[in-house]
């Protein structure tokens, strides 16, 4: 009887010997780095179970696991199996673990696209189009869709998309819809803007949010100097105080659209359009640009200064007058000279 004790003690320890020796070979393999060389992308298809996931890495390479040993650990050990569709990125030192982990919690990979501030409307969607990564669905309807919002001062009764989205560093998985992006930066817009109109400074010639960015726009193409942002803004708002016409070429030339060869003339500055601001008082009707944070918080609490004037160096920067007879000085010494 002892004997046969014995031996059963003995298969059961050899056993559970095994098993534990087994387990602890699995895990070694399943939390070994993947042959993985370089950062490189996984896209996982509609439809593909967890077995599959496998050996579609097996295939490219990225893994030597045994098939079955995969497969065992598939059935007993990982936690998650459902993994989910999308493009995923695979780095040295990835193990099955680690990778499995990301697809099943649905980690895709980020792409990204910048949407800079100062360009236009059609600019952006030029971006978005030759973005690889994104699938670029905008007609006029879409593209009205992605300004739909609950502000009450944006955007029912606007009729022109320009302006309306913020300038900013967008993240997406990827085939995300180019109108998902747009909607995303309106919706960035909406909030900023809302929690800047809060904080704006007393007594602005400025009515509304919307008003606000069309002066952002402006301060945005007529400068890449972030440090003047504030006091270009302070010179257009002391215009607009004092009744004074803007003048700014930026305006001009958005207005002039496509046919602008890239040479502005005195019969541009004559002609009349909605956006000459050497002809019309006040602010153009829409913006003329995508704004970014930095612009939008200048319109709304500009540099308090008397200058009334400011003329481009030729460097980026400008020289600011108080008075037209220190403005026509500065134009002789930087424009005329040139």
């Not at 496998?54 to 990225?62: P, S, W």
């Not at 955007?155 to 320009?162: L, W």
């Not at 890239?262 to 002609?271: A, C, D, V």
């Amino acid at each position: 009887m002892k004997r046969i004790l014995f031996l059963i003690l003995g298969f059961v320890f050899t056993s559970a010997f095994g098993t534990a020796c087994a387990v602890i070979y699995l895990s070694k393999i399943v939390n070994a780095p993947l042959s993985i060389q370089s950062e490189s992308l996984f896209v996982i298809e509609q439809g593909s179970n967890a077995y599959r996931t496998v050996k579609q890495l097996r295939n490219q390479a990225y893994s030597d696991i045994p098939p079955m040993v995969a497969k065992v650990w598939l059935k007993f050990f990982a936690t998650d199996t459902s993994v989910k569709s999308g493009t995923y990125a695979l780095a040295p030192g990835d193990s099955l673990v680690d990778v499995f982990t990301r697809f099943t919690k649905g980690e895709e990979h980020l792409f990204s696209v910048s949407l800079v501030e100062g360009l236009t409307l059609k600019q952006w969607l030029e971006t978005l189009k030759a973005h690889s990564n994104i699938q670029f669905d905008i007609d006029n309807k879409t593209l009205r869709q992605t300004t739909i919002t609950n502000a009450d001062w944006c955007c029912q009764a606007i009729k022109h998309n320009e302006g309306l989205y913020l300038a900013d560093t967008y993240f997406f998985t990827n085939n995300t819809k180019a109108s998902a992006v747009l909607a995303r930066a309106h919706e960035a817009l909406i909030a900023f803007v809302d929690e800047q109109w809060q904080q704006r400074a007393l007594d602005l010639p400025i009515n509304t949010p919307y008003e606000a960015l069309i002066l952002a726009s402006i301060i945005e193409k007529e400068t890449a100097v972030p440090e003047e942002r504030n006091r270009i803004a302070g010179v257009f708002v002391n215009r607009l105080n004092s009744n004074m016409r803007l003048q700014t070429d930026p305006t001009v030339i958005y207005g002039i659209g496509d046919n602008f060869d890239g040479n502005i003339t005195r019969k541009h500055l004559r002609t009349p359009t909605p956006y000459n601001t050497y002809v019309i008082k006040g602010l153009p009707p829409t913006p003329i640009a995508m704004a970014g944070k930095a612009a939008i918080k200048a319109a709304l609490q500009p540099l308090e200064t008397d200058e009334v004037y400011f003329v481009a160096k030729g460097d980026g920067s400008h020289q600011f007058s108080t008075t037209l007879e220190a403005h026509n000085a500065a134009v002789r010494k930087y424009q005329l000279k040139r």
